[in-house]
């Protein structure tokens, strides 16, 4: 029962308890709000009158701008997890105050309640939707959020239909009481579903735009495109209009029925039964109307419906006649109009839309309302009522006219759209409850994409149309099946795949012989797509077992075994598994990913193992879909594979797993070698009910970040490299440790703006450095998170004579890296202590390099002059000189260390020569090369001498052309090389190092200019 309800609802697993909360939540607000309001209402209407409502109308315009800035102040200075919880008790509480201040008759209290209905609707539904921002992502947004406002209408039909029936027992003033105790109740409801939330930093006031921006910045792309330009005109028109039927409804109302009671009554069974028919016309009308007539038709019928409406009133006053035209309003803007209004916003860029979407809401929209006031209360003194209905109809023939020109725009913004590559316009992703709403302007500009001459928009218009679920579509797609661009061949039929088109396997078909294999390979994905039972497939398919592309050949491998065993499809994988090059090695696992079978389980955990990262990425992501259960403990090991390519692939597998990896993650945080891709991890996955375990972590780590910032403090001013890299290698520690803690309170706020705040930090502009401390400093959790946040804002101390301490601390430290670096720094101690110490590391230790350090420093240091060959710290200590790595953490100075290896050049030797391809450079340790440019007839120029510290040879391997000049040695020559697999994993891994070859390579740019210059 349950997973058929999740399956109509479109609710996934670990969706169901937040999905729960916010139905309950969006039950209770509006059935609250549709009991209070025709109580405010009819109070209102009985006891001030009216007359006075013009007035008002005037006012509330000018109150939705005032508050719409205030609550956007507020929310961007306040947590919104506080906002959004205090809220509906602060409105109970008002409701409560207010219905004790109207036992007391005063006069003010109605207008002042009437002003307080409209804004407690606005507040309660920013708490709604903010909260269920807060709760799903975007993409759980469009599934998700048509059920939380179909929750809203049935709650709107359920208060209304009830208000009657309340009327009776407890009269119209109390109805005030019923919404107060619905806030109340859905502040329980918020409570818990906090907990499902994440919390939104709040933003540096440095780059946190006010909503007067917002809005300035809306009024400048309002004004740019001709769509929403007449969507503006548009929406001050249906401001006005709106009113122009509220009041002589409201009028109505008052004649009809004597007393207050009554008119809540009528009120509310009237908004009920309007808001459940509109509700159902939404379910089952809609989406047809909008194929039918499109967006635009579906919004110009509403002017429409006012100009016969108000037509109907001038000849007919009666009112029931009023009453229709309302009847017909509400229920077309709840049903129709407002979902078409809001998809015309998906034009909009992203980074645009909500501004524009202020703009227009919160300014021509009320300066209609307020336009509205003015006219009724000039035509009340001035006009027949007739008349003021005749005005109603010539403002909607201004509207229809309004949206006739805005129909012609909006053709033009879809097709600007294609062009632009922007299929979210067309289409959502994933299908929400109530079905896809397919407009019948944005099908015809697709289809006629097509046949545009540019190929990449027919390739998108391909896609685009895979996604419309409308008899149009495939047909397109059939007929286009012989473009003369491969690609657009290509989504062709990724296109019918997802469309289902299995009327078309005949043409698909056909593809199979295709002379570029990347559409033959979408045929056979497509093919089996549609089949559904591929041993029908076989005579089709197994001419392509030997397709010259290892792609084809291992997807109609994979495609032939899912229907069966078969003799020749294991063997095509078993020798593309054993291949050389690893991208075979890629493609096979990358088929047995999207199999999934148990076939490929051996293989796939092997690949785990490879040498080459990218067999271990595609390794980690077949592993996963074959079997998520064991292949957990494996994933985790992968977490702290050296190479962050290959950790980010294993943290995705892991979050493909779910809430069953969770436990087991948070578990490997306390292994050193696995806490940062157990971090990448864990933003993968649902991190509720393990709130405090990542807590702890984040404090003991951020424990440690503050020690060993301690022990960097005694260090920093010391002199001599080993002293240096001692001290920069305990700063080094003590901020990744910082940014560990920092990352684990995020899994629990925002994960994605920490990790943007945390590489900010490494910025060159101190303004953006700033912003990102003030940031993390918003993320709440402050006894953790501001003592780190103050690490980077340490201003350095005056010179400390602590080195010594430092050292005999980290002597004895988890970290093998720092004791090496402690061991070496000792050497420039004469101190009976420290000797002893270095000698039980030399016999004890269990790392290799703290040992050769220790004997270092026993040996009383070495000039690299004169060592025969360099040790490991040796290579570290000089690598720290070179501008190349001067960037790196010294931590990851040992792993380029590591992959170097030695040479030594005699005098006059060719070390690399002019035209050869290189796959090595050189990093100058000792002696001088020169550079020497070999020219006609024999003749041989200088280009540049250089000498120790420096690296040349780059340049070939970067481009991998032939090498530009040769290398001379110039006396004895010692050298560092690095091969160029080895220079790519360093370029790859470290951006820093990136960094520097590039600003080096301008250096050498600029010299080579400068030579060529008489």
Same mark, same amino acid.
């Given at each position: 029962?349950?997973?058929t309800?999740?399956?109509?609802f ?7 308890r ?13 059935m609250g709000?549709s009991?209070g309001s025709?109580?405010?209402?009819a109070?209102f209407?009985?006891?001030?009158g ?20 205030a ?25 409560l105050?207010?219905?004790?201040l ?26 709604a ?6 709760v799903?992502?975007?993409r759980?947004?469009k ?12 709650g ?7 208000t009657k029936?309340?009327?009776?027992a407890?009269g ?14 859905a502040?329980?409801?918020i409570?818990?579903?906090l907990?499902e ?8 006031r ?6 007067v921006?917002?809005?300035q910045r809306g009024?400048?792309?309002v004004?740019?495109?001709e769509?929403m330009?007449?969507?503006s ?15 002589p ?5 008052t004649?009809?029925f ?18 459940a ?12 109307i ?10 110009l019928?509403?002017?429409v419906i ?13 009112f ?5 035209l ?7 803007r709840?049903g ?27 300014v021509p929209r009320?300066?209609?309302v307020?336009l ?6 000039v035509?009340?003194?001035?006009l027949?009522p ?20 805005a129909s ?9 759209a294609?062009?632009a590559g ?11 409850f ?9 099908v015809?500009v697709v289809?006629a ?5 540019e190929p ?6 391909a896609?685009?149309?895979?996604n419309?679920?409308?008899p149009?579509a ?11 661009d ?11 795949a997802?469309a ?12 199979l012989?295709?002379?570029?294999p990347?559409?033959r390979?979408?045929a056979?994905e497509?093919?089996?797509?549609l ?7 076989l005579?089709q398919l197994?001419?392509?077992l ?7 050949r ?10 069966g065993?078969h ?10 598994s054993?291949?050389?090059e ?10 047995l990913?999207s ?5 490929g ?9 490879d040498?080459?990262?990218s ?5 980690a ?20 594979d050296?190479?962050?390519s290959?950790r ?5 597998a ?5 809430t069953?990896?969770?436990?087991a993650?948070?578990?490997a945080?306390?292994?050193? !070698?696995? %806490?940062?891709?157990? /971090?990448? +991890?864990?933003?993968? #996955?649902?991190v509720?009910g393990e709130? $405090?375990?990542? @807590? ?7 424990a ?9 403090i ?18 080094a520690?003590s ?14 706020t ?9 590489e ?8 953006q ?15 953790i998170v ?23 601390a980290?002597? !004895?430290d %988890?970290d093998p890296w /720092?004791? +090496?670096?402690?061991? #070496?720094?000792?050497g420039?101690?004469? $101190?009976?202590? @420290?000797?002893?110490t270095?000698?039980?590391l ?5 790392d290799?390099?703290v ?7 026993l ?8 060592l ?6 040796e290579?570290?200590l000089f ?10 953490p010294p931590?990851?100075?040992k ?6 290896y030695?040479h030594?050049?005699s ?5 690399a020569?002019?035209?050869e ?11 001088e090369?020169r ?18 510290g420096?690296?040349v ?16 040695a110039?006396?004895e020559v010692?050298m560092?090389?690095i ?13 820093e190092?990136?960094l ?8 050498r740019l600029?010299e080579?200019?400068?030579?060529e210059?008489?």
């Amino acid at each position: 029962m349950r997973s058929t309800i999740s399956s109509l609802f479109q609710i996934r697993p670990g969706e169901g308890r937040g999905t729960i909360l916010l139905v309950l939540m969006m039950l209770l607000l509006t059935m609250g709000g549709s009991i209070g309001s025709p109580g405010i209402n009819a109070l209102f209407l009985s006891r001030v009158g009216v007359e006075f409502l013009p007035y008002m109308y005037i006012a509330l315009a000018g109150l939705t701008v005032v508050t719409t800035l205030a609550l956007t102040a507020l929310l961007g200075r306040l947590s919104k997890k506080r906002v959004y919880l205090i809220l509906p008790i602060a409105m109970g509480l008002s409701l409560l105050a207010a219905r004790y201040l109207v036992s007391l008759d005063l006069p003010w209290i109605y207008s002042a309640l009437w002003l307080g209905m409209y804004l407690f609707w606005t507040l309660q539904f920013l708490v709604a939707w903010g909260l269920a921002s807060m709760v799903f992502d975007t993409r759980q947004a469009k599934r998700l959020f048509p059920l939380l406002a179909a929750a809203g209408i049935f709650g709107t039909t359920l208060g209304g239909l009830a208000t009657k029936p309340l009327v009776d027992a407890v009269g119209a003033e109390n109805l005030i009481m019923g919404w107060a105790l619905a806030f109340f109740a859905a502040a329980i409801v918020i409570r818990a579903a906090l907990r499902e939330a994440k919390e939104v930093p709040v933003r540096s006031r440095w780059d946190r735009p006010s909503v007067v921006e917002d809005i300035q910045r809306g009024f400048q792309f309002v004004r740019r495109s001709e769509l929403m330009r007449w969507m503006s005109a548009g929406a001050l028109l249906m401001g006005m209009l709106f009113f122009f039927v509220v009041f002589p409804f409201s009028k109505g109302v008052t004649e009809e029925f004597l007393d207050e009671d009554a008119i809540a009554g009528f009120i509310g069974v009237f908004e009920g039964l309007t808001t459940a028919i509109a509700f159902l016309i939404s379910l089952l009308l809609a989406n047809r109307i909008y194929a039918r007539i499109g967006f635009m038709g579906a919004l110009l019928i509403f002017p429409v419906i006012y100009v016969l409406g108000f037509s109907a009133t001038a000849l007919y006053p009666l009112f029931v006649t009023i009453a229709g035209l309302r009847f017909l309003q509400l229920v077309w803007r709840l049903g129709v109009a407002d979902t078409a209004y809001q998809a015309l916003f998906n034009l909009v860029p992203a980074a645009r839309r909500e501004p524009t979407r202020a703009f227009i809401d919160g300014v021509p929209r009320q300066v209609g309302v307020a336009l509205a006031g003015v006219l009724l209360l000039v035509s009340e003194n001035v006009l027949e009522p007739t008349l003021v209905f005749a005005l109603g109809a010539a403002l909607a023939a201004v509207a229809i006219f309004t949206g006739w020109r805005a129909s012609h725009a909006y053709r033009g913004a879809l097709a600007q759209a294609l062009h632009a590559g922007q299929p979210h316009v067309f289409f959502s992703e994933d299908e929400p409850f109530g079905g896809y709403q397919h407009d019948a302007s944005a099908v015809s500009v697709v289809v006629a994409g097509m046949s545009d001459p540019e190929p990449a928009v027919r390739r998108v218009s391909a896609e685009i149309l895979g996604n419309l679920r409308v008899p149009e579509a495939t047909q397109a797609l059939v007929s286009a099946l012989e473009d003369p661009d491969p690609q657009v061949r290509s989504a062709l039929l990724r296109s019918l795949a997802r469309a289902g088109a299995t009327s078309t396997l005949l043409d698909v078909t056909a593809c199979l012989a295709d002379s570029e294999p990347e559409v033959r390979l979408e045929a056979v994905e497509t093919l089996y797509t549609l089949a559904g039972y591929p041993k029908g497939l076989l005579a089709q398919l197994e001419p392509l077992l030997d397709d010259p592309m290892p792609e084809v050949r291992s997807c109609v491998a994979i495609t032939i075994l899912k229907g069966g065993p078969h003799p020749g499809a294991p063997n095509v994988l078993d020798e593309m598994s054993s291949a050389q090059e690893p991208s075979t090695r890629v493609i096979v696992l990358e088929a047995l990913e999207s199999w999934g079978d148990p076939y490929g389980w051996d293989f796939a955990v092997v690949s785990l193992n490879d040498v080459h990262p990218s067999v271990r990425r595609a390794a980690a992501q077949a592993v996963v879909s074959i079997d998520p259960k064991a292949s957990l403990g494996l994933l985790i090991e992968a977490l702290g594979d050296e190479d962050l390519s290959v950790r980010e692939s294993a943290a995705e597998a892991v979050g493909r797993i779910g809430t069953p990896a969770l436990s087991a993650v948070v578990e490997a945080l306390r292994i050193p !070698a696995l %806490e940062s891709g157990s /971090l990448l +991890a864990l933003q993968q #996955l649902p991190v509720h009910g393990e709130q $405090d375990r990542i @807590l702890l972590y984040s404090g003991e780590t951020a424990a440690r970040a503050i020690h060993y910032n301690e022990l960097w403090i005694g260090a920093h001013s010391a002199n001599g490299l080993e002293a240096e890299l001692f001290s920069h290698s305990l700063r080094a520690v003590s901020l990744r440790h910082a940014r560990l803690a920092i990352q684990a309170v995020g899994l629990l706020t925002d994960p994605s703006n920490v990790s943007l705040a945390l590489e900010n930090l490494e910025s060159r502009q101190a303004s953006q450095r700033a912003n990102a401390l003030e940031i993390l400093d918003s993320l709440g959790h402050r006894p953790i998170v501001s003592p780190l946040v103050a690490l980077w804002e340490m201003a350095p101390s005056p010179p400390s004579d602590g080195l010594q301490s430092s050292i005999e601390a980290v002597l !004895a430290d %988890e970290d093998p890296w /720092l004791r +090496a670096c402690a061991a #070496l720094a000792a050497g420039a101690f004469d $101190d009976s202590t @420290l000797e002893a110490t270095l000698n039980n590391l030399l016999q004890t230790d269990p790392d290799p390099l703290v040992r050769e350090a220790a004997q270092r420093s026993l040996d009383g240091g070495s000039d690299m002059k004169v060592l025969p060959t360099l040790s490991i710290m040796e290579r570290i200590l000089f690598l720290q000189r070179v501008p190349l790595f001067a960037n790196l953490p010294p931590g990851e100075l040992k792993q380029v260390a590591a992959i170097a290896y030695e040479h030594v050049f005699s005098e006059d030797d060719v070390i690399a020569r002019q035209g050869e391809q290189g796959d090595e450079m050189y990093i100058i340790v000792d002696g001088e090369v020169r550079v020497l440019a070999e020219l006609e007839r024999g003749k041989t120029e200088e280009l540049a001498l250089r000498g120790p510290g420096e690296y040349v040879g780059e340049m070939s391997i970067i481009s991998q052309e032939p090498r530009m000049a040769s290398l001379r040695a110039v006396g004895e020559v010692r050298m560092l090389c690095i091969g160029q697999k080895e220079f790519e994993g360093i370029i790859r891994e470290r951006p820093e190092t990136s960094l520097a070859v590039i600003r080096v390579l301008i250096e050498r740019l600029k010299e080579a200019q400068g030579s060529e210059t008489p």
